[in-house]
């Protein structure tokens, strides 16, 4: 393994977030917020001092192999959410450096579950922080240092650790940098058009700008203690849901639109069967709610549409406190905290793609009880999709039931009860934020315990980095050269 190319590409990594981190300094500088300006400044030079000391080094070589990659991705991940966290600790803003890598942590992986009590009361610069975490992590930190700087090395094996799916190993430009940019180029105008939305709404600029970075990373960050519920508003939450919507959705689709000009979006099977499922989700709570919680069928929609479009794309907004709602909703909440969005898209969990091939695989093989001896293929729009992939679908979904179900009991130990902590290591390993219990839409999770802290970390940077990318580093075979 080349460690010095690895210590190298980090250290052009950290340089690029000491970059990022003039923004939230210029936006205290704007809202003449003096006290926000050490607290930035510190982790400003500790990004530059540290990256610049890393870039330093020579490599005998600038190939990224795999194993290189893993490396690059994983330990990029966990620098930049300890830089990150700084701001928050030098700024008074958490009473803990846990908490406020916590808090961090769960920004750049767009989990959105956070340990602060009064969101309101906190700086301008610090609430624009929080949420550009999200939007950096939502299409990746490793893909946006590709895209400002192809020096890195443009590696295949790097974007293809931190991307998302079961295939995301395609590249929709000859090189990973252009790739990169595509990618970024397509996620500033989804950016740039949810804010021109909600601003002429009636949200004030800064709040359409903070709202749209945790919307189309789908993280679920709010400046706002009551969510995007604190607004009131229909218009303001069918725009959010829409675009949530439009984020979990693969990014390629939007490049496939506009390199033809023209696409149907429902060609793509995996995209067919993430609208069926919000469509068939929203209808049987929206039955639910009615009578039981909404005396009216527009409300139960409302509310229904609105959170089935949160938590299926893994954003964790809210809107009302779905804790509250019958036993049956809430259990259909829970199952698509599983789900997550589509391959190559911003949101987390498992995703839509690998559950319709799992879907597939469970019929091919009800088949073959009645024609043993018949060849049976499964087909994802159209192809093939090969044996091997099929087995590492298959593999991935039992690694991710077995994560959760022993995070859940190591949880459990440490005094929550068993619908909290399930939910809670749900919430964080699908990277969706609010769960049910103690962590439920009006909770947070600011009173659990420092252990407990830490395992839902591991849980958040496992999930987002969709597990192998992780676990992998902890093979002694990984090591050996």
């Known amino acids: 393994m080349n460690h010095t190319l690895i210590q190298k590409v980090l250290g052009v990594l950290l340089i690029c977030e000491g970059g990022i981190l003039i923004i939230p300094l210029l936006i205290a500088v704007f809202f003449r917020e003096s006290c926000c300006y050490m607290p930035f400044i510190i982790a400003i030079f500790t990004a530059f001092i540290s990256g610049g000391l890393l870039n330093c080094l020579k490599p005998e ?53 956070t340990v602060l009590n009064n969101v309101e009361a906190i700086p301008y610069s610090f609430n624009f922080w ?26 295949f094996q790097v974007l293809k650790a931190e991307s998302p799916g079961p295939m995301s190993n395609k590249k929709i430009a000859p090189s990973v940098a252009k790739t990169a940019q595509i990618l970024y180029g397509t996620y500033i105008i989804i950016t740039l058009l949810e804010i021109i939305l909600l601003y002429f709404g009636g949200m004030s600029l800064f709040d359409a700008v903070i709202h749209t970075f945790a919307t189309v990373g789908t993280g679920g960050f709010s400046s706002k203690n009551q969510s995007i519920g604190a607004y009131n508003s229909l218009y303001i939450e069918i725009v959010v849901a829409v675009f949530m919507v439009m984020s979990g959705t693969n990014f390629s689709l939007y490049f496939h639109l506009y390199n033809k000009k023209s696409f149907n979006f429902f060609k793509n099977e995996e995209f067919r069967f993430y609208i069926i499922v919000i469509a068939i989700s929203i209808a049987v709570i929206s039955i ?47 199952l698509l905290m ?17 559950i319709l091939m799992l879907i597939k695989n469970a019929k091919r093989e009800m088949l073959k009880v009645f024609h043993p001896n018949a060849v049976m293929s499964i087909r ?76 839902l970390i591991i849980c958040m940077l496992i999930g987002r980095l969709e597990l192998y990318t992780v676990l992998v580093l902890f093979m002694p075979s990984f090591w050996r050269n």
Not at 84 to 109: K, Q, R
Not at 301 to 327: K, N
Request: charged letters at 10%; a neutral charge; proline letters at 3%.
């Open 130 to 155: 929080r949420c550009f975490t999200h939007w950096i992590g939502g299409m990746g930190i490793l893909v946006l240092t590709l895209a400002v700087s192809p020096s890195v090395g443009g590696s």
């Open 338 to 354: 599983f789900f997550g969005g589509c391959a190559g898209s911003t949101a987390g969990s498992i995703k839509h793609i690998r």
């Open 288 to 334: 639910n709610l009615f009578g039981n919680v909404y005396s009216s069928i527009g409300q139960s929609l409302r509310y229904a549409m609105f959170q089935v479009s949160s938590i299926i794309t893994t954003t964790g907004f809210a809107t009302a406190d779905f804790d509250l709602w019958p036993d049956f909703s809430k259990g259909i909440l829970m």
């Open 380 to 455: 994802i729009d159209g192809k093939t999709i090969p044996d091997e992939v099929m087995q590492k679908v298959t593999n991935f979904f039992f690694l991710f039931i077995s994560i959760f179900f022993i995070m859940t009991l190591l949880v459990a130990l440490q005094g929550l009860d068993l619908i909290s902590a399930a939910s809670s290591v749900a919430a964080t390993l699908g990277n969706v934020g609010p769960g049910l219990g103690l962590v439920g839409p009006t909770m947070n999770y600011g009173g659990m315990t420092a252990l407990t802290k830490i395992l």
């Open 61 to 113: 070589s600038t190939k990224i192999g795999y194993k290189e990659g893993f490396a690059i991705v994983t330990f990029g991940w966990l620098l930049t959410s300890i830089i990150g966290a700084l701001p928050f600790y030098f700024g008074g803003i958490l009473p803990s450096y846990l908490d406020a890598l916590f808090e961090t942590v769960s920004g750049f992986t767009t989990t959105g579950a």
